[in-house]
């Protein structure tokens, strides 16, 4: 539950991977941030849950797998805030749990998926407690961004659970060699952020 805090002291607040410049070009408003969101785990959701399922039973791979990883976040911006989270989550919980860093680069998922793995928590729980807290993350943005309050922002997220464990479910049907996601919207967003006027996030 600890891990899973969208308050863990890794950065998260700082990134909205993309979704400051939706809302700002009016792309994204309070009434279809549901919608969004639902497809969100349909694609990228579902893809980094297989990266996160795949970080929990495979080790002498880790290299590799976040390079494909890498690989398939076009976007710069998104692609070094996943990185970016993932070195500090990794390197905070290996300072918690004295575990193993298994070293070089890490995306959030990923090092999600190592540390559940190192807890012995089951590998479908740790998919759904990683996109349990992006969403977390996502919505949290969002309040910032748009006038969404905080019972609404509950809400939002309380009835987005069983897309949650959809996700998990069809990840569960990929590998990261299969896993693909398709969200063009989000991703030219992600890389237009940096000529946003004013910005209150990183990304």
Known sequence: MQLA???????????SFGLESLVAE????????AGFLRDYLVETGTMEAV???AAHSEWAGWARLNQQLSARKPANESRLASLTLGRRFLQLFC???AAADPGGEAH??????????????????????FLQQTLTALISACQRLMPIGQQR????????????????EASAERTPETAVSFAPLLEMASM????????????
């Open 5 to 15: 805090d969208s308050a863990m002291p890794i950065g998260s607040a700082a990134h």
């Open 26 to 33: 009016e792309l994204l408003r309070p009434d279809t941030l």
């Open 51 to 53: 990266f996160c399922r």
């Open 95 to 97: 300072t918690l749990e």
């Open 108 to 129: 959030f998922a990923t090092a999600f998926g190592y540390a559940g793995r190192v807890l012995g928590i089951k590998e479908e729980t740790i998919a759904a407690v």
């Open 153 to 168: 922002a509950a809400r939002l997220l309380w009835e987005l659970k069983p897309a949650i464990l959809k996700s998990v």
């Open 192 to 203: 237009r952020h940096v000529a946003l006027a004013t910005r209150l996030f990183i990304s």
